[in-house]
């Protein structure tokens, strides 16, 4: 299918691999020797954003909600369709490589957002909130830029899903849910207390439209360093 591998089959060299080398996505097993697949992934994520998709043979809810609030990106269980496993692949690697635009107040192409404090500049996939660089995975950012096209409107939960992970979501699947509580750890409350993106119960997600812009204590990104 076009992808270059390279397979490791323990913990240790796995870890050891993914941070020496710049891989482009990691598809990683829990169950693997030595130190398992979440401690694999903690020590990942500590120097890292790079794709991670995580496999496991038990496939409990708990395991995917703990490899996702861990940072992995997308989750799935083994046995799978190896077709379904691609699809996962080519979604996550759209989204790495894809620089998207979107429209500012004046009508004008821009793959930058910024909305109050808060800059989201899709040409090199970083998050910057009043000046500091704020790291996030794939499916983080992929999320927040699609609250952030349409601020103080809802999107549904399932329009997330098809946008960040490219697929529908499963019964009792909370990748999204998920995904929201990691940026709202991330990014806390807006200056004035208010919660940056709301649940609409039973329905999605609303990023909050900021009641000024910029905020107090804004930096502009030229001057971040």
Do not use: C, W
Request: charged share 30%; net charge negative.
């Amino acid at each position: 299918e076009g992808f270059i591998l390279t397979s490791v089959h323990d913990g240790e060299r796995g870890r050891d691999e993914a941070l020496a080398v710049n891989y482009d996505l990691i598809v990683l097993d829990v169950m693997l020797p030595g130190i398992d697949g979440f401690e694999v992934l903690r020590k990942i994520r500590k120097e890292t954003t790079v794709p991670v998709l995580m496999l496991s043979a038990r496939g409990d809810e708990v395991d995917r909600i703990v490899g996702l609030e861990m940072g992995a990106d997308d989750y799935l269980a083994k046995p799978f369709n190896p077709r379904e496993l691609l699809a996962r692949l080519n979604a996550i690697q759209r989204r790495s490589h894809e620089s998207p635009v979107s429209e500012n107040s004046n009508g004008l192409q821009s793959d930058t957002i910024i909305l109050g404090d808060l800059i989201v500049d899709a040409s090199t996939m970083q998050v910057y909130l009043d000046g500091r660089k704020i790291p996030f995975t794939v499916a983080e950012f992929s999320l927040l830029r699609e609250l952030l096209l349409t601020p103080g409107q809802v999107v549904e939960r399932e329009k997330l899903a098809l946008k960040v992970l490219g697929r529908d979501l499963a019964s009792f699947d909370r990748s999204i849910d998920v995904h929201i509580a990691s940026i709202r750890k991330k990014l806390g409350r807006m200056v004035d207390g208010v919660e940056r993106i709301k649940t609409i119960r039973g329905v999605g997600y609303m990023y909050t439209h900021p009641t000024l812009s910029p905020v107090p204590g804004y930096t502009d990104i030229r001057n971040v360093q």
